[in-house]
């Protein structure tokens, strides 16, 4: 750290947040940019802020833990999680204990039970480019904003992208069919019993075009039925 320091460190981090990681001995700490201890070095482990967070790591009778921290030094969890990832840069970290994964917020709130594997919880899914997670649980998906509020509910046993721009919607799959959920509105305007469900055969909005049991139909949007013109 190229500023003055009033006291012995082995080595200073970067500054993020306002704060720079620093080692004295075996201890980590952290330190403002005035060169003052702002969180004594009583960690054995520490991550960088970000956005006024941390995680920080205590050996506990030699396993690693890791709690996270406000910027005064003030816990937000207990040192309950074995790894942790993402450092809340999108308002969110993924944490493991023991085999299963979650979600947590920066205070500590549970967005999703640690309960998954780690492939189950894809927080790279989109809904018109608005980020949110995807989870799989006992067999069902879900999908979850980034607060951890629900945008469809585990009903399904996939749920995937449509295709469609015109309406915030997603197919979901339950026993071999597919329907169409829509996110804004909350409930299904395809339901699921369809083979195939294709958006861009008709130049309207309005009608897709449907196929059960190999025997071809038209949906409309409208109405929420299929049409019998």
């Known amino acids: 750290c190229a500023l003055p320091i009033c006291f012995p460190v082995t080595i200073c981090w970067r500054f993020e947040d306002g704060l720079a990681l620093f080692h004295l001995g075996d201890k980590v700490g952290y330190l403002n940019m005035s060169g003052d201890e702002v969180i004594p070095p009583i960690y054995e482990d520490g991550d960088w802020f970000y956005k006024g967070f941390a995680f920080v790591g205590k050996d506990i009778q030699g396993v690693w833990k890791y709690a996270v921290i406000n910027q005064k030094g003030i816990p937000q ?6 790894f942790f990832e993402n450092y809340f840069m999108d308002g969110f970290a993924i944490v493991k204990k023991g085999e299963m994964y979650g979600v947590i917020d920066p205070t500590g709130k549970i967005l999703v039970p ?18 949110c997670f995807r ?23 996939k ?10 919607v997603v197919s979901v799959y339950r026993n071999g069919k597919v329907g169409w959920f829509d996110v804004d509105k909350g409930k299904e305007i395809v339901p699921v019993q369809f083979d195939v469900i294709d958006p861009y055969l008709f130049e309207s909005e309005e009608f897709l075009l449907v196929v059960r049991d190999g025997k071809k139909g038209i949906w409309s949007l409208e109405t929420g039925m299929e049409d019998d013109r």
């Open 77 to 82: 969890t207990e040192f309950e999680f074995d």
């Open 114 to 131: 640690i309960q998954c594997k780690r492939d189950d919880i894809d927080d790279y899914f989109e809904l018109r480019n608005v980020p």
């Open 135 to 157: 989870i799989t649980m006992n067999g069902s998906m879900t999908l979850l904003d980034f607060k951890g509020k629900t945008l469809v509910p585990f009903s399904y046993e």
């Open 159 to 168: 749920i995937d992208y449509a295709d469609f721009e015109s309406l915030n």
